[in-house]
Antibody, heavy 128, light 107 residues
Framework: EVQLVESGGDLVQPGGSLRLSCAASGFTFSDHYMDWVRQAPGKGLEWVGRTRNKANSYTTEYAASVKGRFTISRDDSKNSLYLQMNSLKTEDTAVYYC???????????????????WGKGTTVTVSS | DIQMTQSPSTLSASVGDRVTITCRASQSISSWLAWYQQKPGKAPKLLIYKASSLESGVQSRFSGSGSGTEFTLTISSLQPDDFATYYCQQYNSYSWTFGQGTKVEIK
């Protein structure tokens, strides 16, 4: 069974740092791109960032709202994904989900991927 | 960024009703669109990808259609388990964006 389990959520003060983890099982983790998505209390879903696989040089992408503050990394030997969050703001308060990314198709412009399996999430609260 | 707009924001319906949710993109996204279902306190669940492809294991009463800028998610006969919030998401281009959600409530 494909499973993603996030951990590391906590209460942290504005300006602080936190590292989230996502443990993957039931699939070949190293083959897949992986995403982080968040959901503020009572709000919709916001894509946070993506890491590609080794074949694509582990390149990363970030939403403008977190670029320069958040860093995504992965350890394929441990089937684990990470989100390092620095300079946290109150507006970063959310449930953070990790999601497996699956190949959808291609056209003349490139290749396309979507999120197919999500973890249950971990809660980050940024407050003084 | 591509903006995704869903309508309606809230929908009241009865068991057995046919339900349609619309998602519009601010520019063409071809068919690179997914639909997710989310229940309170739970993770989103993939229903549809590439606008109209049904995810394995998802009930056939769910269907998706559309291309370009206008898309629909249809539930052919609403069941008690379908009361939830539904999100569309474009994966045509960075930064991947979601609609604001449509909450399907019991009438």
């Amino acid at each position: 069974e494909v499973q993603l389990v996030e951990s590391g959520g906590d209460l942290v003060q504005p300006g602080g740092s936190l590292r989230l983890s996502c443990a993957a099982s039931g699939f070949t983790f190293s083959d897949h791109y992986m995403d982080w998505v968040r959901q503020a209390p009572g709000k919709g879903l916001e894509w946070v960032g993506r890491t590609r696989n080794k074949a694509n040089s582990y390149t990363t992408e970030y939403a403008a709202s977190v670029k320069g503050r958040f860093t995504i990394s992965r350890d394929d030997s441990k089937n684990s994904l990470y989100l390092q969050m620095n300079s946290l703001k109150t507006e970063d308060t959310a449930v953070y989900y990790c999601a497996r990314v699956r190949y959808s198709g291609y056209d003349y412009r490139g290749y396309y991927y979507y999120m197919d399996v999500w973890g249950k999430g971990t809660t980050v609260t940024v407050s003084s | 960024d591509i903006q995704m707009t869903q309508s309606p924001s809230t929908l009241s319906a009865s068991v057995g009703d046919r339900v349609t949710i619309t998602c519009r993109a601010s520019q063409s996204i071809s068919s690179w669109l997914a639909w997710y279902q989310q229940k309170p306190g739970k993770a989103p669940k993939l229903l549809i990808y590439k606008a109209s492809s049904l995810e394995s294991g998802v009930q056939s009463r769910f269907s998706g259609s559309g291309s370009g800028t206008e898309f629909t998610l249809t539930i052919s006969s609403l069941q008690p388990d379908d009361f939830a919030t539904y999100y569309c998401q474009q994966y045509n281009s960075y930064s991947w964006t979601f609609g604001q959600g449509t909450k399907v409530e019991i009438k």
